[in-house]
């Protein structure tokens, strides 16, 4: 049973860059067709999508958030990436990892991590 | 950026009907999911496709759109159904991902 978790600091400061890791166990990262995603939600609010990354390491991104972001696959770690550049309070929100399982015209969040929080204050 | 609209709130109480409905242009051309979120959990997809129900989800979940809106029905609600209750819309290639704010489902 694929299981992630995950982990990272839980305060950054102003204008500095979050960075966060989700390890992936149950499975592999670079097999099957799988997106690896990112998804945050500010405290009493809805989700917004951040960003997902295919099996072999290519990227879609929000379009809101492309100039900050940059996901990764560390494929001898069994686990992929976030980082999102010059945060600010409008950053501060649960981070989500979750693995997005994909048909032709059809994808769909199937397992989530716990969710980290990360709070941009100084 | 495109907008997927839910009401803020329903309520219901045990045994009644919920309705929790979600509105955007993109409807027709894509198909919706939708989340439950418990409070301090991690979302779970409960219908997939418009109205598929994964498995091990109850039967009183149910899907079903009409031209610009979708609707996720709970007949019958639980007070473990009280939840917020998420839309979702994908393209698959990033040009096109968004959640609806969360609907709030209370039901007492």
């Known amino acids: 049973q694929v299981q992630l978790q995950e982990s990272g600091p839980g305060l950054v400061k102003p204008s500095q860059t979050l960075s966060l890791t989700c390890a992936v166990s149950g499975g592999s990262v670079s097999s099957g067709s799988y997106y690896w995603s990112w998804i945050r939600q500010p405290a009493g609010k809805g989700l917004e999508w951040i960003g997902h990354l295919f099996t072999t390491g290519s990227a879609d991104y929000n379009p809101s958030l492309t100039s900050r972001v940059t996901m990764a696959l560390d494929t001898s770690r069994n686990q992929f990436s976030l980082r999102l550049t010059s945060v600010t309070a409008a950053d501060t929100a649960v981070y989500f990892c979750?693995?997005?399982?994909?048909?032709?015209?059809?994808?769909?969040?199937?397992?989530w991590g716990q969710g980290t929080l990360v709070t941009v204050s100084s | 950026s495109y907008d997927l609209t839910q009401p803020p709130s329903v309520s219901v109480s045990p045994g009644q009907t919920a309705r929790i409905t979600c509105s955007g242009d993109a409807l027709p051309k894509k198909y919706i999911y939708w989340y439950q979120q418990k409070s301090g959990q991690a979302p779970v997809l409960v219908i997939y496709?418009?109205?598929k129900r994964p498995s091990g989800i109850p039967e009183r979940f149910s899907g079903s759109r009409s031209g610009t809106m979708a609707t996720l029905t709970i007949s019958g609600a639980h007070l473990e159904d009280e939840a917020v209750y998420h839309c979702?819309?994908?393209?698959?290639?990033?040009?096109?991902?968004?959640f609806g704010g969360g609907t709030q489902l209370t039901v007492l």
């Open positions: 979702y819309l994908t393209d698959s290639s990033g040009s096109l991902s968004v």
């Open positions: 979750a693995r997005e399982t994909c048909s032709p015209n059809s994808c769909y969040f199937d397992i």
């Open positions: 496709e418009d109205s």
